[in-house]
């Protein structure tokens, strides 16, 4: 069953089939062709996999940040970020990190992050005399962060795939994402510094800072409003996705009264597209869950990773590497619903904080999103800046760089993830 359900995938993958269909399509070979399990199994897998309290957290999210956009608080965000950094030398390309950083702890989406901040970004940028190409990389870069700074809608689908708790897992990707934007934010500085250009705008303006933290006030409350009701425990990290959207309802009618209810339907549309393709992705993906268990592959990978090393550490930088290889090839929410039922008992009984295996599992799917030949947010970074391939591929190997060592950070240093959720939860 396992070699046909592979050899359907390759060859699904060799035709361009769309991975998600890949995957449910070789999957119901596999079983049909290949045992004697009966075919509704298949849709009882794919049921399964979508019926999960934690995930609901997930649609919820995506719709908050369909409603924020709407509402129009990444345009305010992006003054107070302007007034903030337009002073400094490379500012311009600070503000669209930190822009899409304060946009990440409200949608808890990639994607979501770069179309609401990025395309704001672009004509500023390109003025100040960045090239698209470094622009592309930025833009994939500071929203690839969506992911990592809590809320995140990966960390819920790992929550989701093993119980383990959603909140000490925003929690705990807060530092590791704002290194992240501080070590974008140094390549910002270098590039301008050696180009000459973005040189900034004199002294740091005192009154617009304030003028322009009035008028997002709202906005940049929000995500603590939403990770700090988790910390607290006023409302678990599910109700927390609950929470954003009528916040993001109550900013849009009330507060800015920017969202008309005529527009409701197209922003539950917008939503409901995008929750569709993750659950989709989510159901199909957990066909191979079931075929990998009834195959024993759990017992036969924690056998192959035992023998060539007993060290916890080895053996959480082998898994990450074939993560990260995987991720290049495949979407990375269906390669976390594949992988992870796999991984998670080795690392428990090996005794690895599942904590900052959580975290890193979470962030190695970042690097995914950035290389081909998949790469969702280096391609879609490319639209935003209206850039080539060959000329939007030219940073991306910096901005990889700078997660990856992130990534070595929190693996030789737990407490860069640990330390924080501790104090707090």
């Not at 304060?102 to 990025?118: E, L, P």
């Not at 009528?246 to 849009?252: D, M, P, W």
């Not at 409701?264 to 659950?279: D, R």
């Not at 690392?347 to 979470?362: E, N, Q």
Request: charged letters at 10%; hydrophobic letters at 55%.
């Amino acid at each position: 069953m396992l070699a046909l359900t592979l050899t359907s995938l390759l060859v699904f993958v060799a035709l361009g089939v769309p991975v998600s269909f890949g995957i449910g399509l070789s999957g119901l070979i596999g079983i049909y062709f290949g045992s004697n399990v009966p075919g509704f199994v298949v849709v009882q897998q794919m049921v399964r996999g979508m019926n999960s309290f934690p995930l609901m957290a997930a649609p919820m999210f995506i719709l908050a940040g369909a409603i924020l956009g709407e509402a129009g608080l990444s345009d305010r965000i992006l003054r107070f970020c302007r007034a903030l950094f337009s002073w400094a030398k490379g500012g311009m390309g600070m503000v669209c990190v930190l822009a899409n950083m304060i946009f990440a702890g409200i949608s808890g989406s990639g994607a979501a992050t770069m179309c609401a901040v990025g395309t704001l970004t672009v004509p500023g940028l390109v003025k100040a005399g960045y090239s698209r190409s470094f622009i592309a990389s930025l833009i994939a870069g500071s929203g690839s962060l969506g992911p990592i700074i809590p809320p995140s809608v990966n960390m819920i689908i790992y929550g989701s795939l093993t119980g383990f708790s959603v909140g000490k897992l925003f929690i705990g990707g807060l530092i590791p994402g704002i290194i992240i934007g501080l070590g974008l934010m140094i390549m910002c500085n270098i590039y301008a510094v050696k180009h000459g250009i973005d040189s900034g705008g004199g002294a740091l303006m005192l009154e617009e800072l304030w003028d322009s933290f009035k008028a997002a006030f709202f906005a940049l409350i929000a995500p603590l409003i939403i990770v700090g009701g988790v910390v607290t425990g006023i409302f678990t990290a599910t109700e927390s996705g609950i929470i954003a959207c009528l916040y993001g309802f109550f900013c849009g009618i009330f507060i800015y009264r920017t969202v008309k209810l005529q527009q409701i339907y197209n922003i539950m549309k917008q939503a409901a597209e995008s929750s569709g393709m993750l659950l989709m992705i989510m159901g199909i993906s957990s066909i191979y869950s079931y075929i990998f268990a009834k195959e024993k592959m759990g017992e036969i990978i924690n056998n192959l990773l035992l023998s060539i090393s007993t060290d916890p550490t080895t053996i959480v930088v082998i898994i990450i590497c074939i993560m990260l290889i995987i991720g290049c090839f495949m979407e990375t929410i269906a390669a976390m619903v594949v992988i992870l039922p796999i991984v998670y008992p080795i690392i428990i009984s090996l005794g690895i904080d599942p904590l900052m295996f959580g975290v890193l599992f979470s962030i190695s799917t970042v690097v995914g999103g950035l290389t081909p030949p998949v790469g969702l947010y280096l391609f879609l970074s490319m639209d935003i800046a209206k850039a080539p391939f060959h000329e939007a591929v030219r940073y991306v190997g910096v901005v990889t760089g700078i997660v990856l060592f992130v990534m070595l950070l929190g693996l030789f240093f737990p407490a860069i993830i640990t330390y924080v959720p501790g104090i707090l939860m």
